[in-house]
């Protein structure tokens, strides 16, 4: 998918929502467990409730890989179920040396055929190189995460530089505009602005917000560009809003809450 | 497995060789492709040439990956292939939020039964602390890789010290030498000294003998301490040593004059 493609699709649908499928087996309503995959039957319904709210969804790896074979195979139905228009991500945390991160690319790109992977950086250029050598698809770098630990390494600094910024500067000789987005997280809304001195143009993957403490108004102020220029992820404040028949329905409401506000922001 | 099981398999075996399952479907012996499962046969038949030089065996994810469900199939029926005695490691390179990271440690150490995983510490505490809970499990965290682009962002520096000693450093309040070993490279073997005055009883893993140059007697000459505390892994050198069918017995002969040359280092 393109950038252009993007920003159509979020204009055209008010909203600049990120649905996280975060699906774990011992949090979805009961009544799926009698069903043949019930992952993907969670799946199934939550993207039929949601699509016309959001412009993308990002499962997240470790729950499929929990499930082994039979969790892979959910994932690939849940990745064809979604509809074209809507951007897709693999939240894996992927990188390695050059042919393993060949080998990761096209199993996601080729196989999986999502739009993008998110890339950890610590391995540098070689280990993110290869997943930006696909026709319009993405990776989405982890810049400043969202959780607690991001002080450990993230804020190191030399020269008044501090790691995320050096990894936002040095990727920006890898990629562009147009096949590198990063994730900064929703827990540090200060920050935005600093970032967007260094990366003006690119899209922003924003999770945090919701169950981890992050403000979307907040986010959006320092971290909104021209384009909009930010994906805003929820996952279990969507996800898991109601636990019974009704479930779709209440993670419809949920998302319709965020979408409305968004609306508003966009304007 | 616990450090003592691993230390006495070395002195036993005389070896302190890993052997990567790097196991590539468009690189095997085509005569094995007519198999109902290639992948898996291709390490069965190298398992059974190599399991009395080896104390490891690190299938590398991306390779089965990028086979979708079946891939994971072949994964799971390579671990449990692999005698008990011997320490297995998912090479991975996982690493995100707690909850995440939980669930990431589950799909190894519970599903796939592995006695490692290795992760990358860009996300700080939080995203490694999970996989250390587990009972005789151990996290690989990645130090110093062996590739080009670890220049990027591992040797960023603060204050005298590297991004790679900090997270060495770093790391110590949250596992120890029991639950803990470090991703070091055989690429930069001078490295190894400054390491072992940060973590002088630590095992380390060590890539990039063979195909990526680096040099065995030199890393141990820096490397190794009084339990060895290394696991030298090479990985095409071995399995790709031959492509018709004495393919298993070619990587037998690679696999053994790496363990001869072990056995010298060792005394």
Not at 173 to 195: C, D, H, Q, S
Not at 215 to 225: H, R
């Amino acid at each position: 998918m393109t950038k252009q493609e993007i920003i159509s699709q979020i204009k055209k649908k008010e909203s600049f929502l990120c649905i996280g499928l975060d699906t774990d087996i011992t949090k979805i309503p009961p009544h799926l467990l009698k069903e043949k995959d019930p992952i993907f039957e969670f799946n199934k319904q939550i993207i039929d409730a949601t699509h016309d709210l959001c412009v993308a969804y990002k499962p997240n790896l470790a729950f499929y890989e929990t499930m082994g074979a039979k969790g892979w195979e959910s994932l690939l139905k849940t990745i064809e179920y979604i509809p074209n228009h809507i951007f897709t991500i693999a939240d894996a945390k992927r990188g390695d040396i050059g042919n393993t991160s060949t080998m990761y690319a096209k199993a996601f790109y080729e196989n999986l055929k999502v739009d993008s992977v998110t890339v950890a950086p610590y391995m540098g250029s070689d280990s993110v190189i290869p997943f930006l050598e696909f026709k319009n698809k993405w990776v989405i770098l982890l810049a400043l995460t969202s959780n607690r630990g991001a002080d450990d390494f993230q804020f190191f600094e030399s020269n008044d530089e501090k790691l995320f910024e050096k990894v936002l500067k040095q990727s920006q000789k890898w990629g562009n505009e147009e096949n590198l987005m990063y994730v900064v997280g929703a827990t540090r809304p200060e920050m935005f602005k600093k970032i967007r001195e260094i990366v003006p143009n690119h899209f922003l993957l924003v999770p945090g917000v919701g169950a981890q403490g992050g403000e979307l108004k907040e986010v959006c102020k320092y971290g909104m560009n021209k384009d909009c220029g930010l994906l805003i992820n929820s996952s279990r404040g969507i996800i898991y809003a109601g636990n019974d028949l009704n479930f779709a329905k209440k993670s419809r409401e949920e998302a319709h809450k965020i979408q409305k506000e968004m609306s508003i922001l966009l304007k």
